[in-house]
């Protein structure tokens, strides 16, 4: 039995970071899942929060502020795919203010609101990642619906991982 997972983070354009961890904590859309070496298989629809590096005593390692995603669980392999991260260190509560006010779209806003809330001591789901479904003319799409849009964007962010390891392997 394996008692590390090698995790891979990864923004729609480059590898962040890829390394050997004891346990992860993702942000899925409902609640912070712990991922532990010998997981089952497993896909996580990613919210915004902090995804955390634990070490094999269950002390933290790193903290990361992530945006929306999916995160992809299968033979001690944890590929996390997100839109935006910004490590907890990087960032104080005069910055992420800043960067509230000076925000390019609404998604940006509240991704930096949300690193503002954390610091200041505010802990609630954001349920963006869903939200983002909604129609254009303010009505909800239905469960199904929803779940469809899931899966076809599950599917899309696979087959870019999947190109992005073919030219990885190229390029060896």
Same mark, same amino acid.
């Given at each position: ?20 961890? $004891? ?5 899925? *859309? ?7 070496? &010998?997981?089952?298989?497993? #896909?996580? @629809? ?12 269950? $002390? ?5 502020? *992530? ?7 299968? &033979?001690?392999?944890?590929? #996390?795919? @997100? ?9 104080d509560v005069k910055a992420a ?18 690193i503002l809330d954390y610091q ?53």
């Amino acid at each position: 039995m394996s008692k590390e997972i090698n995790l891979t983070i990864a923004l729609p354009a480059k590898v962040y970071l890829e390394e050997k961890v $004891s346990s992860v904590v993702i942000p899925a *859309v409902r609640a912070a899942v712990d991922i532990l070496p &010998n997981r089952a298989p497993s #896909v996580f @629809v990613l919210d915004f929060g902090v995804l955390e590096i634990l070490n094999g005593d269950g $002390s933290l390692n790193k903290r990361f502020f *992530v945006q929306s995603g999916m995160a992809e669980i299968a &033979n001690n392999n944890c590929k #996390v795919l @997100v839109q935006g991260i910004v490590p907890f260190g990087e960032i104080d509560v005069k910055a992420a203010q800043k960067q509230v006010g000076t925000a390019q779209n609404e998604q940006e806003r509240l991704f930096y609101q949300m690193i503002l809330d954390y610091q200041k001591g505010i802990r609630k789901r954001y349920l963006r990642t869903l939200n983002l479904f909604s129609r254009k003319s303010g009505q909800q799409k239905t469960y199904d619906e929803v779940i469809s849009d899931i899966k076809y964007d599950i599917s899309e962010l696979r087959k870019r991982n999947d190109e992005r390891d073919v030219a990885d392997n190229k390029g060896e």
